[in-house]
């Protein structure tokens, strides 16, 4: 285990705990030797991560794409800056570069990108690790979504193990833990 690519709103949130626990999830990541892959920006919870790994000696791998610079504006202080023609390659590289996904709270990329994730598994695609960091329970309507599907029929119910949620930084630090060792 090298590299965990992290999804991330490029918006704070309105609650500054988000920010907080971004910044502290990203020094987690650099305290256990593991690699940060991102989506390049500086802004929001996707800052806030890079920065966390990047000031506390992690490396910092963004990737972003061209036309996206200048919303999220490409984070200049961190490792190593990719910078794409298009959304696909930018999530190819993502993707080719992680060992493992985990994503916190975010909006429609990150819930797009969780979605392409966890669909390129349960495809047999990849078979890397995929945590949502579930704060105060913010993915908790999409797991319980994921539940409704496979009542209905249209998720297998071993599908459902796809995907762990996280809800406490004890828990998502024991599962890097685990990560870091290779297990």
């Not at 500086?42 to 963004?62: F, Q, S, Y």
């Not at 930018?90 to 669909?119: C, H, Q």
Request: proline letters at 3%; aromatic letters at 8%.
């Amino acid at each position: 285990m090298k590299n965990i690519c992290v999804f991330a709103g490029s918006s704070k949130g309105h609650d500054p705990a988000y920010v907080e626990v971004a910044y502290r999830i990203g020094a987690m990541i650099a305290a256990r030797g593991l690699g940060l892959v991102y989506g390049g920006g500086r802004t929001g919870l996707m800052g806030a991560i890079a920065d966390g790994a990047t000031e506390n000696g992690g490396h910092v791998h963004g990737i972003i794409p061209r036309f996206l610079d200048t919303l999220e504006i490409a984070h200049q202080g961190i490792s190593q800056l990719t910078i794409t023609e298009t959304m696909h390659e930018r999530k190819t590289i993502m993707y080719e570069s992680s060992d493992a996904f985990l994503a916190l709270p975010g909006g429609f990329g990150t819930m797009e990108e969780v979605l392409e994730i966890i669909t390129w598994r349960q495809l047999s695609v990849h078979d890397k690790p995929i945590c949502l960091y579930n704060p105060d329970g913010f993915w908790d309507h999409l797991m319980t979504m994921f539940h409704l599907s496979s009542e209905a029929g249209f998720i297998r119910p071993h599908q459902l193990n796809l995907v762990d949620g996280m809800d406490s930084l004890d828990t998502l630090a024991d599962h890097l833990d685990h990560l870091s060792k290779g297990a």
